[in-house]
């Protein structure tokens, strides 16, 4: 068996802290041989504040399944970008559907991000690795692992939506905030299929392996997964393809699911 879990509003709480019972249940689970991997829209650059709460760092499947990564190395073990000509038939027809979409770009595995001057950053200047462009041209020179798409408030399934069917065959469109900020990855690019390809590595099947989210973001693992678990603060979308929803991420539900699985 394996777990594999969201973290912002599944194991984090609001405060984007690790609780007490949640971190020590994931050192149960290592004390077990149970293995979990986090499964996350974050950068790798995000992952450090969750790394100095765990007792040991997680292998994680990050950018929504564009990156996989062995925090105890330091290590890429896949990366699976924008091309930077895709990058551009992006902007070209995001130009067209959305004229005041303002454009971000992850490059460098995620380990980087570039944004236009008029892009809010509301969460990345504690982050680093972050840098104003003049033009949107800028951001299509590297490859990215993941673009993010703003214009204004928005309600965040219906701009979604919007913005899939106008990338429709050429990229994925998927959200994970109440802001109305979609995340852009390259075809097939999913967080089941980041999960697929380091389960596969390890040689465990998709119905050995317990998922458990929270956001729209989360709908492809879960649905890939043996065994899907919506926390109690799930989107209805997310809650409509589990098996099983739990507690609240303030109230440990990935927690007491996972102390009910050891011995």
Same mark, same amino acid.
């Given at each position: 068996?394996?777990?594999?879990?969201?973290?912002?509003?599944?194991?984090?709480?609001?405060?984007?802290?690790?609780?007490?019972?949640?971190?020590?249940?994931?050192?149960?689970?290592?004390?077990?041989?149970?293995?979990?991997?986090?499964?996350?829209?974050?950068?790798?650059?995000?992952?450090?504040?969750?790394?100095?709460?765990?007792?040991?760092?997680?292998?994680?499947?990050?950018?929504?399944?564009?990156?996989?990564?062995?925090?105890?190395?330091?290590?890429?073990?896949?990366?699976?970008?924008?091309?930077?000509?895709?990058?551009?038939?992006?902007?070209?027809?995001?130009?067209?559907?959305?004229?005041?979409?303002?454009?971000?770009?992850?490059?460098?595995?995620?380990?980087?991000?570039?944004?236009?001057?008029?892009?809010?950053?509301?969460?990345?200047?504690?982050?680093? /690795? &972050?840098? %104003?462009?003049?033009?949107? !041209?800028?951001?299509?020179?590297?490859?990215? +692992?993941?673009? =993010?798409?703003? @214009? #204004?408030?928005?309600?965040?399934?219906?701009?979604?939506?919007?913005?899939?069917?106008?990338?429709?065959?050429?990229?994925?469109?998927?959200?994970?905030?109440?802001?109305?900020?979609?995340?852009?990855?390259?075809?097939?690019?999913?967080?089941?299929?980041?999960?697929?390809?380091?389960?596969?590595?390890? /040689? &465990?099947? %998709?119905?050995?392996?317990? !998922?458990?989210?929270?956001?729209?973001?989360? +709908?492809?693992? =879960?649905?890939? @997964? #043996?065994?899907?678990?919506?926390?109690?603060?799930?989107?209805?979308?997310?809650?409509?393809?589990?098996?099983?929803?739990?507690?609240?991420?303030?109230?440990?539900?990935?927690?007491?699911?996972?102390?009910?699985?050891?011995?």
């Amino acid at each position: 068996m394996l777990i594999a879990t969201d973290l912002d509003g599944t194991l984090l709480r609001a405060d984007k802290t690790i609780s007490a019972r949640t971190a020590a249940a994931l050192d149960r689970a290592a004390e077990a041989d149970l293995p979990v991997v986090l499964v996350t829209g974050r950068p790798i650059r995000w992952l450090k504040l969750v790394y100095e709460q765990l007792a040991i760092p997680l292998p994680a499947v990050c950018a929504n399944g564009a990156v996989v990564y062995d925090p105890a190395r330091d290590q890429v073990l896949r990366a699976d970008p924008l091309a930077p000509d895709v990058l551009a038939e992006i902007a070209r027809r995001l130009a067209d559907e959305v004229p005041d979409a303002v454009l971000a770009v992850e490059i460098v595995d995620g380990r980087e991000m570039r944004h236009q001057v008029e892009y809010p950053i509301l969460w990345d200047s504690a982050h680093g /690795g &972050v840098r %104003a462009v003049d033009a949107v !041209a800028e951001l299509l020179t590297e490859p990215a +692992v993941k673009l =993010l798409v703003r @214009a #204004g408030q928005r309600d965040p399934d219906e701009f979604t939506a919007r913005i899939g069917k106008a990338l429709h065959g050429i990229a994925e469109a998927t959200h994970s905030s109440l802001s109305g900020l979609v995340e852009v990855s390259a075809s097939g690019v999913t967080k089941a299929a980041g999960l697929a390809w380091y389960c596969d590595r390890l /040689g &465990v099947p %998709a119905a050995q392996v317990t !998922a458990f989210g929270d956001m729209p973001n989360d +709908v492809p693992m =879960l649905a890939w @997964a #043996g065994r899907a678990i919506a926390v109690g603060n799930a989107h209805p979308a997310v809650k409509e393809v589990a098996d099983e929803v739990v507690a609240s991420n303030e109230d440990d539900g990935v927690a007491i699911y996972i102390e009910s699985l050891l011995p």
